[in-house]
T-cell receptor
Framework: GQNIDQPTEMTATEGAIVQINCTYQ??????LFWYQQHAGEAPTFLSY????GLEEKGRFSSFLSRSKGYSYLLLKELQMKDSASYLC?????????????FGRGTSLIVHP | EAQVTQNPRYLITVTGKKLTVTCSQN?????MSWYRQDPGLGLRQIYY???????DKGDVPEGYKVSRKEKRNFPLILESPSPNQTSLYFC??????????FGPGTRLLVL
């Protein structure tokens, strides 16, 4: 089974940096995704971590520590359009299914 | 254009009237899945399929059925919808080791 935990809501100021944490417990780690979802829209892929360390993609970076069951998404130079829900999703290969299970999401509000 | 399509996008129905939400992908993906999304509960997996004729229950399968007769299609069937199935539904597809691609969503209201 899996257990994924992330904060429900965060607020930040335009131009600032924000870190969204995700902790998880799993019996068979096979990868961790971050998705962005604007209200009423489909989730869109941001990042995928399999190995420990930091992956950087423009203003967004994602970090993984498998030994600690911990990941974070770092958003730099925040823009108003970054106001969205950010979903941490865990891929667990036990039982043969590689379809991710999602956390409840973190709603990020960016204000001027 | 690579995409996942869902139909209908919006649906209002009444309790007990059978309905089907279609899902189709043009990326030749093996894996397809259905999620429902409710406020405060996040995305919850209903059913998934790892290939043609192979389906399995997710976390909240009660009241739903699926079939996978062709690789590209994965319809979601509600045999007797109830108001607690009012939700936003997403279909997704992907391959092992890759990200999932989501359809645009189907907003269902059961009266």
């Amino acid at each position: 089974g899996q257990n994924i935990d992330q904060p429900t809501e965060m607020t930040a100021t335009e131009g600032a940096i924000v870190q969204i944490n995700c902790t998880y417990q799993t019996s068979g780690f096979n990868g961790l995704f971050w998705y962005q979802q604007h209200a009423g829209e489909a989730p869109t892929f941001l990042s995928y971590n399999v190995l420990d360390g930091l992956e950087e993609k423009g203003r967004f970076s994602s970090f993984l520590s498998r030994s600690k069951g911990y990941s974070y998404l770092l958003l730099k130079e925040l823009q108003m359009k970054d106001s969205a829900s950010y979903l941490c999703a865990l891929k667990d290969g036990t039982g043969g299914s590689y379809i991710p299970t999602f956390g409840r999401g973190t709603s990020l509000i960016v204000h001027p | 254009e690579a995409q996942v399509t869902q139909n209908p996008r919006y649906l209002i129905t009444v309790t007990g009237k059978k309905l089907t939400v279609t899902c189709s992908q043009n990326m030749n993906h093996e894996y397809m899945s259905w999620y429902r999304q409710d406020p405060g509960l996040g995305l919850r997996q209903i059913y998934y399929s790892m290939n043609v004729e192979v389906t399995d229950k997710g976390d909240v399968p009660e009241g739903y059925k699926v079939s996978r007769k062709e690789k590209r299609n994965f319809p979601l069937i509600l045999e007797s919808p109830s108001p607690n199935q009012t939700s936003l539904y997403f279909c997704a597809s992907g391959d092992r080791g890759e990200t999932q691609y989501f359809g645009p969503g189907t907003r269902l209201l059961v009266l």
